[in-house]
């Protein structure tokens, strides 16, 4: 077994070299390296949550203004809706009075159109009657040979075209 | 007849063997030759520096290899973290190098480099070394343990809620057990790491001899040994990695008892 056998002769060297070389791994490598590779890795944890904080805050605030677009958004439909409302209120009651005065012109119409043919009638009838008078008392002056004067005559028309 | 048998000696690949030139170089009356098994340090140096300088490019998104080298740190810190808590970031770097240093060592002792000429050199599978590394370690725990609590450091030896007729019992168990701990884990590395390699060398000499022996010992033992040398590889690797875990882990229950006492 070389470990033994030859321990006496090699065991300063195989001390001072593992010295020497432990000693460069540690210093250079341990403490001049490693905490440089260790301090990335921090760094980049770092990184990463900090991105995943403003992940979620960005989150956060577009959500928020959804919600907030959201709620001005019903807002504004609801006074589209109001605004559609008055307008046909607006209209309808415009149409009605519209109606209302061209009925009442109608009315108005109608009725003078009554009066007229009304007054029509009572000329016409008056002209029969006077007519009818003139027509009397020619009948009776050519059948009687008499001489009836207008009242007269005209107290008998009245009273043949009361009793019909 | 025998010097052209293969000899497959499974205890040569442990042999230290000064590089050329350099059997001599003393410091302070020390002999400190450059050796195979320094050598195989200094591969291990670079190869470590190397793969921690490709993790060093610190993009905010990690290619492969920095991807890599930051789940080593990563996994590290967290072994730390859960056994020490909080204080235990500050030995990351100690650890880290502890565990690479060794891991890289027991891979590196693995390769298949034979086959070019070059011989890999496990060098934790010399207890001069593992050695050394557990008496860093416990020198840490010791260091940590009086720097922290001064003499209050002793009453780790007492655990809590022993009946205080059991103290004079209890505590040279204790203090054996804290003791042996320097001892038990230099010798578990370099156990394992020794143990795996003369089992590898043992397969490949049956797997030689007992082909060189004609057809039916080779189909009878040279090719069972073959197909279990390549099982016992992998779970070689396997064991190259738990075995730098384990002493990491352990590095890290000790010190967690320096800076918590119990």
């Known amino acids: ?164 | 007849m025998a010097a052209e048998q293969a000899k497959v000696d499974p205890m040569k690949q442990f042999a230290i063997e000064p590089i050329a030139g350099t059997q001599g170089w003393e410091l302070a009356g020390f002999n400190i030759a450059f050796t195979n098994s320094a050598m195989w340090m200094l591969v291990t140096v670079v190869v470590l520096f190397l793969f921690v300088l490709g993790g060093m490019k610190r993009e905010l998104v990690p290619g492969r290899w920095q991807m890599m080298v930051e789940t080593f740190t990563g996994f590290i810190d967290n072994m730390l973290e859960a056994n020490i808590g909080k204080e235990g970031r500050k030995y990351v770097p100690y650890v880290f190098s502890l565990f690479m240093f060794i891991l890289v060592a027991n891979l590196l002792g693995l390769l298949p480099l034979g086959i070019v000429g070059i011989h890999p050199f496990t060098f934790t599978s010399h207890f001069t070394v593992t050695g050394v590394l557990s008496i860093i370690s416990f020198s840490i725990v010791l260091l940590v343990g009086f720097w922290k609590h001064g003499l209050h450091f002793f009453s780790l030896f007492v655990p809590h809620g022993t009946p205080l007729p059991m103290v004079p019992v209890i505590a040279p168990i204790e203090f054996i057990s804290f003791m042996v701990r320097p001892f038990s884990l230099a010798l578990r590395l370099f156990v394992a790491m020794m143990a795996g390699h003369v089992l590898l060398k043992v397969l490949s000499s049956f797997v030689i001899d007992g082909t060189n022996a004609g057809l039916g010992f080779g189909a009878l033992v040279g090719l069972p040994s073959f197909i279990l040398m390549i099982g016992i590889s992998a779970l070689e690797i396997l064991v190259a990695g738990i075995q730098a875990y384990v002493f990491a882990l352990l590095t890290s229950l000790y010190i967690n008892d320096a800076e918590h006492l119990h």
């Open chain 1, 1 to 164: 077994m070389p470990q033994i056998a030859q321990l006496a002769e090699t065991w300063s060297s195989q001390v001072f070299w593992l010295l020497i070389f432990f000693g460069i791994t540690f210093f250079v490598i341990g403490r001049g390296m490693v905490p440089k590779v260790m301090d990335t890795v921090a760094q980049r944890d770092s990184q990463i949550s900090g991105d995943l904080a403003a992940a979620k805050a960005a989150r956060d605030a577009a959500d928020a203004e959804e919600e907030a677009w959201r709620v001005k958004e019903n807002e504004n439909r609801a006074a589209a809706q109001a605004i559609v409302a008055k307008a046909k209120d607006e209209a309808a009651a415009k149409s009605e009075t519209r109606l209302k005065a061209a009925q009442t012109r109608l009315d108005k119409k109608l009725v003078d159109a009554e009066t007229r043919i009304a007054e029509a009638r009572t000329a016409a009838l008056t002209e029969v009657e006077s007519v009818a008078v003139e027509a009397a008392q020619d009948i009776v002056a050519t059948l009687a040979g008499v001489k009836v004067t207008r009242p007269t005559a005209a107290k008998a028309v009245k009273e043949a075209m009361i009793h019909g």
